[in-house]
């Protein structure tokens, strides 16, 4: 069982060019999140998605743009990238709206913006 | 806004020993949740262990364990009988009931373990 598959693991990308984080999970949970993780610091939740077509922001969304059309994939846009986006991106996903349902997360991707 | 504070960066334990991780949090909230997810050098983050606020039993899941103490607002991880496979980033985190997983989480712990 894949669980949730981030692609690509690390990537380096230059000031102002764009790329699509991919995300994808075969457990058929309806929701699905993007976190982000800086250096010494906790994750903080950038967008989410609570099914197909039906997307929102999270605490710290700008910069960032996100889709959802099909219930398996969540992919994540950054356009003109800043070097301040250098992180390590989550893609997590869950099957229940109740709060205490356990998030499964995929084994991030590691991006440097120079 | 909720906040999550684990005021201990790095600790260290003996395999076979005990180890207590600090958790404090601040929210206004009665209804919500409350999590260990441990992330190991792979990055992938793992759920530990979960409690709900309005539970008064301390959830265990074999050797891990919480003192949770909820008109403090804390929320410490024990692990008993350490192990060399214990050694991770540890996280706690928190959720509103009924928000599905929009989880706020501190900066972490590096547990290290050693022989």
């Known amino acids: 069982n894949a669980g949730v598959t981030q692609t690509p693991k690390f990537r380096i990308l230059k000031i102002g060019q764009s790329m699509t984080l991919q995300c994808t999970q075969d457990?058929?949970?309806?929701?699905m999140y993007w976190y982000r993780q800086d250096p010494g610091m906790g994750l903080k939740l950038i967008y989410y998605s609570v099914g197909a077509g039906i997307t929102d922001k999270g605490e710290v969304p700008n910069g960032y743009n996100v889709s959802r059309s099909t219930t398996e994939d969540f992919p994540l846009r950054l356009e003109l990238a800043a070097p301040s986006q250098t992180s390590v991106y989550f893609c997590a996903s869950s099957y229940s709206s109740r709060g205490n349902t356990e998030a499964f997360f995929g084994q991030g991707t590691r991006l440097t913006v120079v | 806004a909720q906040t999550v504070t684990q005021s201990q960066p790095e600790m260290s334990v003996q395999e076979a020993e005990t180890v207590t991780l600090s958790c404090t949090y601040d929210?206004?909230?009665?209804?919500?949740?409350l999590f260990w997810y441990k992330q190991p050098p792979s990055r992938q983050m793992i759920l530990v262990i979960r409690?709900?606020?309005?539970?008064?039993q301390n959830a265990t899941e074999n050797r891990f364990s919480v003192n949770f103490q909820k008109a403090a607002k804390s929320f410490s991880l024990k692990i008993s009988d350490s192990q060399l496979g214990d050694a991770a980033m540890y996280f706690c985190?928190?959720?509103?009931?009924?928000?599905?997983?929009?989880?706020?989480f501190g900066t972490g712990t590096r547990l290290q373990v050693t022989l």
């Open positions: 929210t206004s909230e009665s209804d919500y949740y």
């Open positions: 457990m058929n949970h309806n929701y």
């Open positions: 985190a928190y959720n509103t009931a009924g928000t599905a997983s929009k989880l706020t």
């Open positions: 409690q709900e606020a309005y539970k008064q």
